[in-house]
């Protein structure tokens, strides 16, 4: 592993913050080739939020809303990750740990990259979850409603193992802890339109006196609550910051 040069940003930032949290959306698969939400052509584009990403979509058309997925989990197969979530990697390795990824999104690139210490609070592509017995799954290919769950054996049971709108998003005890504690809030590839993760920016600065810098295509929705904000690509902007 390379020592961070003394001088670097990153040499700085390991004397200087101890309890790092990265969050991360759309925007940093997008050089993977996984398309976000809300950009041109993003996945919103195609379909309307309330006819596949809520309860009530899978309750009435769980055939489309399964298609949904099972077309962006095959996908996954498709797609590498790319030198933002690289840098992201190297960043959690020279801050010995102290940095924590909290993700929006659902695909698996931060832990392709080789990054640990990540939430999905949004669930993920690769898993589905039974809704009569709660077991959650791997899952690699399709899943139909006729799919049997592996552990109760029952059918029109599984369903994608994510967040949906009006849905309350995973791990959100841990996340307030780490919130709590943090001292220099990262937030990579967000259009800042969707709650709880587009609060963390405010929630951190309340709590503490975190340094905030905002890294993405363009002003989000919440810039101006940002301390910094880096404008352009994350494979380019996160090298530049880290290495
Ligand atoms: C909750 C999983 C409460 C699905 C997702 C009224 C009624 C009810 C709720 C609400 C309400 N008003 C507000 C809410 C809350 C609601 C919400 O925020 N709605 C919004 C639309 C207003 N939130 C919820 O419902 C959440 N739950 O509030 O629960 C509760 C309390 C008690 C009990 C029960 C419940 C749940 C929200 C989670 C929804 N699920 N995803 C799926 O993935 O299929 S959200 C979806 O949006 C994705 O997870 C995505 O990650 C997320 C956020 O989008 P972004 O990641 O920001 O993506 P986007 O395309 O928008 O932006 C990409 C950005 O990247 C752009 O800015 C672009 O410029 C930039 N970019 C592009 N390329 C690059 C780049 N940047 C850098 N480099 C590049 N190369």
Redesign the pocket.
Known sequence: MRGSKRGSLVFEWKTTFKNVVVLT????S??SGVA????NG???AEHR?ED??TPDAFAMNPVLVQD??NK?RAQLKEVEPNA?HRALTRLQQELDGNVTIIT???DDLHERSGSHDIIHM??ELRKVRCRACATVHQWQEDCFQETACPTCGRQVVLRPH????????FYMDLITQKLQVCDLFIS???????????GFVTHVQQVGHAHTIE????S?EGVSYFAEARH????D?LPALID
């Open positions: 959306g759309a925007g940093i997008a050089e976000t939400f809300r950009d993003g996945l919103w939020i596949v990403a949904f997925y962006r933002g929006q999104n659902v949004h669930g994510i967040v949906w709108f009006g849905e309350m998003p990579v590839g967000t259009s800042g339109n969707v709650y709880p993760a587009a890294i993405n295509l363009e989000s352009g690509r994350a494979g902007l």
